[in-house]
């Protein structure tokens, strides 16, 4: 079985489209393990953790949620992203209209679109060849 991160990304992508969102999470925060010996997270993972917050409340999984809100925002402290997962990662019965708007906005996200242009610069052959 392919184990690559790109695979690993697809299986993710395609929970999240098709909003099975406990899967979704588990595998997003499957991702960020190799990570969480860094003091910070870089760019991926700090998506990867976003969506992730996202996943477990759709999922309404407030445990899972817990868990990644105290896992992870050490790690996003003084990032771009930091307040956004603020907000997202807060307990299930506090997301109000912006969590809403944000979750909306992250959930219909074209992740295939963007999977396969990732894809195609990666292994693009180069120019000339």
């Given at each position: ?8 990304q ?8 098709s ?6 999470a588990?595998k997003l925060e499957?991702m960020?393990?190799p990570?969480m010996?860094?003091p910070?997270?870089?760019a991926?993972?700090?998506m990867?953790a976003l969506r ?7 999922a309404?999984?407030?445990?899972s949620?817990?868990?990644l ?11 771009s992203?930091?307040?956004?997962f ?8 506090m997301?109000?209209r912006?969590f809403r708007e ?7 996200v074209?992740?295939l679109?963007t ?15």
């Amino acid at each position: 079985m392919d184990e690559s991160a790109e695979v690993k990304q697809l299986r993710a992508d395609i929970c999240w489209d098709s909003g099975d969102w406990a899967v979704a999470a588990q595998k997003l925060e499957e991702m960020l393990a190799p990570a969480m010996a860094e003091p910070t997270l870089g760019a991926e993972d700090r998506m990867r953790a976003l969506r992730a917050a996202v996943a477990y409340s759709l999922a309404n999984d407030e445990k899972s949620l817990d868990r990644l809100r105290t896992t992870l925002t050490p790690k996003l402290k003084g990032s771009s992203e930091a307040n956004l997962f603020a907000v997202l990662s807060q307990p299930i019965e506090m997301h109000g209209r912006a969590f809403r708007e944000v979750a909306a906005r992250m959930a219909s996200v074209d992740t295939l679109k963007t999977f396969m242009s990732d894809f195609q610069k990666k292994f693009a052959a180069p120019k000339g060849s």
